[in-house]
């Protein structure tokens, strides 16, 4: 399939960022926006420290990419949200897809979400050897995010995935005025 657009031509990065950057601030969860590779169209918003240091290391942020990759594949396949759990720290993770004229264009990541057990820190101190990581610092890390945030229940996970839905239709429905806007200019 040709891609006939990029969702940056239609809208501006900054205003994505400040969408993108509220909705994070109000339900807690981290997020970005990414083109259907899983590569990062805006930066992102409320990555705990330590999904930074992780993605910091060049095996941690292959790593990274490849579970974002895994998301948005998830969501073309099925045209809808998608959930997958991080091998790495045990956090939720959510995709919506950014679908124009058919297309789709992007997707709007969300996660590191505390809803279930997940990895202990034994596993994190292992994972931190192998991509060449401090194992206390990125242990320390873990145990920080563990006590700043609260184990969320799947039914509040899927009520915040709702709302990212509804808001990735949102920027979709501006998105498709531009795109009615640019394709007027070109008759």
Not at 43 to 65: A, F, H, M, N, V
């Amino acid at each position: 399939m040709k891609k006939t657009t990029n969702i940056s031509d239609l809208i501006d990065k900054r205003q994505l960022q400040k969408f993108q950057d509220a909705f994070a601030k109000k339900n807690k969860v981290a997020t970005v926006m990414m083109d259907v590779n899983g590569t990062p169209i805006t930066e992102p918003s409320r990555y705990c420290k330590l999904c930074r240091l992780i993605r910091s290391t060049e095996k941690g942020l292959q790593d990274c990419k490849e579970h974002g990759r895994h998301i948005a594949q998830e969501v073309l396949s099925t045209g809808t949200y998608a959930i997958k759990t991080c091998a790495r720290t045990g956090f939720a993770d959510s995709s919506a897809p950014l679908v124009i004229g058919g297309e789709h264009i992007a997707s709007w990541a969300m996660g590191q979400a505390n809803i279930q057990e997940g990895a202990t820190e034994q596993d994190i101190r292992t994972y931190a050897k192998k991509i060449g990581l401090d194992p206390d610092e990125l242990a320390e890390a873990f145990q920080e995010r563990q006590n700043e945030t609260e184990t969320i229940t799947p039914e509040q996970f899927q009520i915040i995935i709702e709302d990212l839905l509804r808001y990735s239709k949102q920027i979709m429905t501006s998105a498709e005025v531009s795109f009615v806007a640019i394709l007027n200019e070109l008759k």
